[in-house]
């Protein structure tokens, strides 16, 4: 079964996938590693997580589901398209036999994850610490149970006013600098909430920067 990964809206990141891609050329020599990649809901996790797993073919992909939390090996079965034993040391060997070369690993909503899953690619990296693999865990709260399962933590804060305006324009709207600002401050620089507005007020507000933005609908 093949995965089709769809390029999603990520702007003002540079700074961040280049640190990740950083780490995992840096695997090659290091071995393996673990890295968090944690951020508020919205603010571009998935965005970045997609557009570094879309540089590097053949990463690996998987999004956790809260429903499949009690599931063993729901998110290792997504990784590998395929069903993994279910005890976390088998599982891992499993895992390591079916990567090749360098591998770039990347679990989406990683606080959902099931244990049988989480505890087999932290014995993968454990157990294989040669091995030229980067995972990353993408979450929007670092649970106490992954406290000592990421080595490093990458976290996000909100766009700058720049990266709300080159936002908009992949929306088809172009803001004065002054209204970029004021979209920025309003929304924190979080992403889906500055979407969520671009797509809900009327273009002819957009034109005035003394305009009062109501709070998205996510949100309010």
């Not at 720049?162 to 004021?182: E, I, K, Q, T």
């Amino acid at each position: 079964m093949t995965v089709i990964i769809v390029a999603a809206t990520c702007v003002g990141r540079d700074r961040e996938l280049a640190e990740l891609g950083r780490r995992f050329a840096a695997t090659a020599t290091r071995g393996a590693d673990i890295v968090a990649v944690v951020g508020e809901s919205g603010i571009g996790k998935s965005a970045l997580l997609r557009r570094l797993a879309d540089q590097h073919p053949g990463a690996h992909w998987a999004r956790a589901a809260a429903w499949e939390a009690d599931t063993p090996g729901a998110v290792l079965s997504q990784l590998l398209q395929d069903a993994a034993p279910t005890e976390p040391v088998l599982a891992a060997r499993y895992f390591v036999d079916r990567i090749t070369g360098p591998a770039l690993v990347v679990v989406d909503d990683a606080e959902h994850a099931d244990e049988v899953s989480l505890h087999s690619l932290a014995s993968t990296v454990r157990h294989h610490r040669d091995l030229p693999l980067l995972l990353v865990l993408g979450m929007t709260v670092r649970p106490q149970r992954m406290a000592d399962l990421t080595s490093d933590e990458i976290r996000l804060e909100g766009l700058d006013a720049a990266a709300v305006a080159d936002l908009a324009a992949s929306r088809g709207r172009v803001l004065h600098p002054a209204m970029a600002d004021v979209l920025t401050r309003h929304t924190g620089g979080n992403p889906r909430h500055a979407l969520a507005l671009l797509d809900e007020v009327p273009a002819a507000v957009w034109s005035r920067p003394d305009a009062q933005l109501p709070a998205p609908s996510q949100v309010g």
